[in-house]
């Protein structure tokens, strides 16, 4: 079936440590999206793809680092520089178009030890 | 921040219609109003989406107002299944595809 792919499912991190978030689709979408949830609250936008080897800030990427080149991957990390990194972590694709629906992975849940 | 307004929570009975408003008065002429919503501990699904007319899917209907001021999302027979956190969204006007998400409407379903 087609659909995307978040591993792992939970994550822990130490104090200071670079962890990296897999997420895959095969979709064949242009458009890539990573978003961070914390407790209770909606989804806010990290890093967007749009096409591959180009990618754009989105609202929270202090922290984060991101790379795109394959159309089908779209890592994030995690860097020490994020100071409170304990959250839901969704990727979501679309055909790149605004209009079209987002398809979201079942998310990755990551804790500091 | 989110460009639309919807109540924090709603309760119905399992087999009962359930109507979920969205406000949404700064929306521009080529706004979409889409709905997602999320289950617990699972990334949010997509429902449904549309411009001006109403819209069905399998999933649920879309009814838009006439000033596109407002939505209302529309779930014809409740089951103990649509109990989820249901959001409304305007996608970002620069063609991005970005999604900001409130806190939408946490829906509880009795059985």
């Known amino acids: 079936d087609g659909g995307i792919t978040q591993s792992p499912k939970y994550l822990f991190r130490k104090e200071g440590q670079n962890v990296t978030l897999s997420c895959e689709q095969n979709?064949?979408?242009?458009?890539m999206y990573w978003y961070r949830q914390d407790p209770g609250q909606g989804l806010r936008l990290i890093y967007y793809s749009q096409i591959v080897n180009d990618f754009q800030k989105g609202d929270i990427a202090e922290g984060y680092s991101v790379s795109r080149e394959k159309k089908e991957s779209f890592p994030l990390t995690v860097t020490s520089a994020q100071k409170n990194p304990t959250a839901f972590y969704l990727c979501?694709?679309?055909?790149?178009?605004?209009?079209?629906?987002?398809?979201f992975g079942d998310g990755t849940r990551l804790s500091i030890l | 921040d989110a460009k639309t307004t919807q109540p924090n929570s709603m309760e119905s009975n399992e087999e009962e219609p359930v109507h979920l408003p969205c406000n949404h008065s700064t929306i521009s002429g080529t706004d979409y109003i889409h709905w997602y919503r999320q289950l617990p501990s699972q990334g949010p699904e997509y429902v449904i989406h549309g411009l001006t007319s109403n819209v069905n899917n399998r999933m649920a209907s879309l009814a838009i107002a006439e000033d596109r001021k407002s939505s209302t999302l529309i779930l014809h027979r409740a089951t103990l299944r649509d109990a989820a956190v249901y959001y409304c969204i305007l996608p970002e006007g620069s063609n991005t595809g970005k999604l900001i998400f409130g806190q939408g409407t946490t829906l509880q379903v009795k059985p």
């Open positions: 979501a694709s679309s055909q790149g178009h605004s209009n079209q629906p987002q398809h």
């Open positions: 979709l064949n979408h242009d458009a």
